[in-house]
């Protein structure tokens, strides 16, 4: 089955462990970040996906959903998944001062002794356990 | 949540040798549920039980709320191994269907053959092992059931055939909202398709839920050998194992683990299944551990 060249398509890296539905929600708010999605945009149909990828349409629907409650599309029923608001520049332009203090405290963790490793894990479980809190 | 299936103290014995013992287990509706377990789990025991075409030696079985009868127009059945009739074409399978079947979707049917490509006049003996799954579950979808059971549905197809299946069985349930319950040893691909997982070892549910839930709540600790005896409220120990020096533990928590002195890791869903396979062979069958609906 050929999709519409105005769609984008999903893929399932499986060895990933994070969970399907997220790895859907990340490729849309990628695609929207890169400007490949933007405002008006139609996501495939869950049927679209299913038949496509070989997963499961709760997951797909699940999605869906979560993007919906983020503000990033809205379901039109009948209709279809459009997208409501891109992220081009809304997060690139903040990227320059984020970089500088991520930076700093590079310096500092370098500064306390922290080999490349240690600081490596050290971002990584941070970064999870606040995610995980946020949900 | 109404129940798909419900099996109460089940047991199927042959002769001396039984089968499934004492199987007591709850699978919601509405979900595509994995069964994964061993051999000799009592998988393919469960799914004849379900479908009817096993009697119970002991227990409760129940399906959609009722005793399971064979040739329920409301419970589809692919077996292992998908059988077909040899000897009969493609449209002989599909008329035999509409004959015996009340609520047979002919239109589906015919639409889902011309799909796969399966040519009506072939007879099913020459179709190649991916074109008889997709016959086998055709003729179990166009039942329209409410309850779709597939016994390692894909164990014998190339990964080509294997992701046509999977990708037509998602489009039958994205279309018609029946829930479905399939064993299989190939977790990856119960990764994709499956919303729900159940892990089988012995007869017993060592672990059910959904399967965000369970990527989400599991983890891999691994640092200095310590005592496990101290991991805290809300933590469960599905699996350890320890050198001299280290401890390698498979831990389940709602919350995050914040513990510099751990290495904290994510598991994919095979490794899960894993933990609780091999978790399963050292301790009693009572540390089951219940996943939230």
């Given at each position: ?135 | ?42 998988k393919s ?35 292992q191994d ?68 597939l016994d390692e549905p894909v164990a014998a ?25 399939m064993s299989s040893h190939l ?107």
């Open positions: 089955m050929k999709w519409g060249a105005e769609v984008i398509e999903f893929h399932l890296d499986a060895r990933s462990g994070v969970a399907p539905y997220m790895q859907l929600i990340r490729q849309v708010r990628h695609a929207l970040r890169l400007g490949v999605l933007n405002e008006g945009d139609k996501l495939p149909t869950v049927k679209e996906v299913v038949a496509r990828v070989a997963i499961n349409p709760n997951t797909v629907s699940k999605a869906y959903r979560e993007l919906e409650y983020e503000g990033l599309v809205t379901a039109r029923p009948g209709l279809g998944t459009f997208v409501t608001r891109t992220l081009v520049g809304d997060s690139l332009s903040k990227h320059e001062p984020l970089r500088q203090g991520l930076a700093r405290w590079l310096t500092e963790a370098r500064e306390a002794g922290l080999d490349d490793e240690s600081i490596e894990a050290l971002f990584l479980s941070s970064f999870r356990a606040f995610s995980e809190a946020r949900g | 949540m109404t129940s798909a299936l419900i099996a109460d103290g089940l047991t199927k014995r042959y002769g001396r040798r039984s089968a499934l013992n004492d199987c007591t287990l709850d699978i919601p509706a509405g979900h595509v549920v994995g069964l994964v377990g061993p051999n000799g789990a009592g025991t469960l799914l004849q039980l379900a479908c009817g075409l096993l009697d119970p030696t002991a227990g409760r079985i129940e399906v959609l709320g009722a005793r399971p009868v064979s040739g329920s127009p409301q419970v589809g059945f692919v077996a998908t059988p077909v009739y040899a000897g009969l074409t493609v449209a002989d399978h599909l008329r035999m269907g509409a004959h015996l079947n009340p609520s047979w979707d002919a239109a589906l049917a015919k639409r889902r053959i011309a799909q796969v490509g399966l040519d009506p006049a072939q007879k099913a003996g020459k179709l190649s092992g991916g074109q008889r799954a997709q016959l086998a579950l055709t003729v179990a979808a166009a039942k329209r059931p409410n309850l779709l059971l197809l190339d990964p080509l055939a294997r992701r046509n299946f999977l990708q037509g069985l998602m489009e039958l349930t994205a279309e018609q909202g029946m829930s479905i319950v977790v990856a691909d119960l990764e994709r398709v499956c919303d729900h997982l159940i892990v089988l070892v012995a007869s017993r549910v060592r672990v059910a839920g959904d399967v965000d839930d369970l990527l989400a709540t599991h983890h891999r600790l691994v640092g200095r050998r310590r005592d496990t005896a101290d991991l805290g409220a809300g933590r469960a120990l599905v699996e350890q194992s320890h050198t001299e020096v280290q401890s390698t533990l498979v831990v389940r928590s709602t919350a995050p683990i914040v513990d510099p002195s751990w290495q904290v890791d994510r598991l994919d869903l095979e490794d899960i299944v894993l933990a609780y396979m091999s978790g399963a062979a050292g301790d009693g069958p009572d540390r089951v551990l219940e996943g939230q609906r």
